[in-house]
Nanobody
Framework: QVQLVESGGGLVQPGGSLRLSCAAS????????MGWYRQAPGKQRELVAQ???????SNLDSVKGRFTISRDNAKNTVYLQMNSLKPEDTAVYYC???????????????WGQGTQVTVSS
């Protein structure tokens, strides 16, 4: 019913930048929450930043001042601008959205397929 498509990952040197995009499509009535998680090898998935009711929050002190989340409501798209990347930012980055779907009660959570970000010299 709802699909999330991510793009923008890749290999970058320490200190470099990447911009991730996540576009939501399908039977969307309202996007309640939309944002980015990441999962490094051997570690739990963690929330990086998200929009909830139009307000952005960043959950990780380690990325504050370096990562910025933004959105384009007309395109149902969120972005994650990542600057001054460090090797410890290496992870699979996942987009997640909590969506009210047309014709159905309640809210449903959807995940993107993930995009690999590797920071290495």
């Amino acid at each position: 019913q709802v699909q999330l498509v991510e793009s923008g990952g890749g290999l970058v040197q320490p200190g470099g930048s990447l911009r991730l995009s996540c576009a939501a499509s399908g039977s969307i009535f309202v996007i309640n929450t939309m944002g980015w998680y990441r999962q490094a090898p051997g570690k739990q998935r963690e929330l990086v930043a998200q929009f909830t009711s139009g307000v952005s929050t960043s959950n990780l002190d380690s990325v504050k001042g370096r990562f910025t989340i933004s959105r384009d409501n007309a395109k149902n798209t969120v972005y994650l601008q990542m600057n001054s990347l460090k090797p410890e930012d290496t992870a699979v980055y996942y987009c997640k959205a909590d969506v009210s779907v047309r014709g159905l009660p309640g809210t449903f959570g959807y995940w993107g397929q993930g995009t690999q970000v590797t920071v290495s010299s």
